[in-house]
C-alpha cells in the first residue's frame, strides 16, 4: 500500500446457494426484493468502499446480480467458505487483484450498517501488524450470550483476538451479566495478498472443531484486529431470522 495514495478498499460478498440450515436464502424475497440484492444493494451505502462484487458458484444468483448491473464473478463449487471463494475470484479479477484491502460481507447480512464496514477498514489501516480484522459487538441477554448460533469472541487489551466460539465465552460459572461478552459480526477486512496465503494454509483443528474459518487464522500465528461497533444487523441464518428482517424491514 502506498502510504502516500488513499488505499484501494473493495467490498465482496460471497453468495451460495446450498445453504445447509436454510438452502435457496440468497434468492428468499424479502417484499419484492431477494435477500443478495437487498445485501448488495445496502453494501452500496458504504463511502469507504470503491467497488463491490457479488461472488457466487450458482447461476441464479449470479444472473440476480447482473440483471441489476451489478458485478458478480462466478467461481466453483469446491470453495469451502467465503474466503476461499474470494480467493478464486481474485485470480478472475484483475480489479480485485490491484485492491490494498478487500472487505468479505456476508450475503446473509442485509442491514449491515455502512459504518461498521468503516470502522473495520480503518483498524485495519492503523494496525501494520494484523492481516485482518473484524468487527463484535457487546451481547445484552442470556439468550444471546448461550445461543451456539451466536459466535462469541474474547480480545486482548489492544483488541485483537484471542480466540472465537459458538459456546459462552468467558465462561467462568455460566453467564453472569457482570461480565462482558462479545459477540462476533460475520465481516472481515483482509489484506488483499493474505486472502491467496489463506487459501493454501491446510484446515487446523480448532477450525473444524469449532466450523469457523478464522481459526485458522489464528491458529497460524496470524494477527485479527477487532472494532467494538454498535449494531442491530439481523443476519439470515434461518427462515425465522428472515421472518426478523421482513419485520424490520416493514417497520
Known amino acids: 500500500m502506498n502510504k502516500h495514495t488513499s488505499p484501494q478498499i473493495i467490498g465482496v460478498i460471497p453468495a451460495r446457494f446450498d445453504s445447509s440450515r436454510f438452502p435457496g ?5 424479502v417484499e419484492d426484493k431477494t435477500l443478495i440484492q437487498m445485501t448488495y444493494e445496502n453494501a452500496l451505502r458504504c463511502e469507504r468502499l470503491d467497488e463491490v462484487f457479488v461472488v457466487t458458484d450458482d447461476q441464479r444468483i449470479y444472473d440476480c446480480i447482473a440483471a441489476l448491473g451489478g458485478k458478480v464473478i462466478m467461481t466453483s463449487k469446491e470453495c469451502l467458505n467465503g474466503t476461499e471463494r474470494i480467493a478464486e475470484a481474485l485470480k478472475k479479477e484483475e ?4 485492491a490494498d484491502i478487500i472487505v468479505n460481507i456476508q450475503g446473509d447480512e442485509p442491514c449491515l450498517e455502512p459504518e461498521v464496514i468503516t ?36 480480545i486482548d487489551r489492544h483488541h485483537h483476538a484471542l480466540y472465537f466460539s459458538r459456546a459462552l465465552i468467558p465462561f467462568g460459572k455460566g453467564y453472569d451479566s457482570r461480565n462482558t461478552y462479545y459477540k462476533h459480526l460475520g465481516v472481515y477486512a483482509y489484506r488483499r495478498d493474505f486472502i491467496l ?46 421472518k426478523k428482517v421482513r419485520e424490520r424491514i416493514c417497520q
Do not use: W
Open 25 to 29: 436464502k440468497a434468492l428468499a424475497k
Open 95 to 98: 480489479k480485485l487483484l490491484e
Open 119 to 154: 470502522s473495520i477498514v480503518e483498524k485495519l489501516i492503523a494496525d501494520s501488524e494484523s492481516v485482518m480484522s473484524t468487527a463484535i459487538v457487546k451481547i445484552t441477554s442470556q439468550e444471546e450470550a448461550e445461543d451456539p448460533h451466536v459466535v462469541k469472541c474474547v
Open 197 to 242: 496465503h489463506y487459501k493454501e494454509m491446510k484446515p487446523t483443528s480448532l477450525q473444524c472443531a469449532e466450523e469457523l474459518e478464522q481459526l485458522k487464522v489464528l491458529e497460524n500465528g496470524f494477527r485479527i484486529k477487532t472494532a467494538i461497533v454498535e449494531s442491530q444487523s439481523i443476519g439470515v441464518d434461518t427462515p425465522e431470522d428472515l
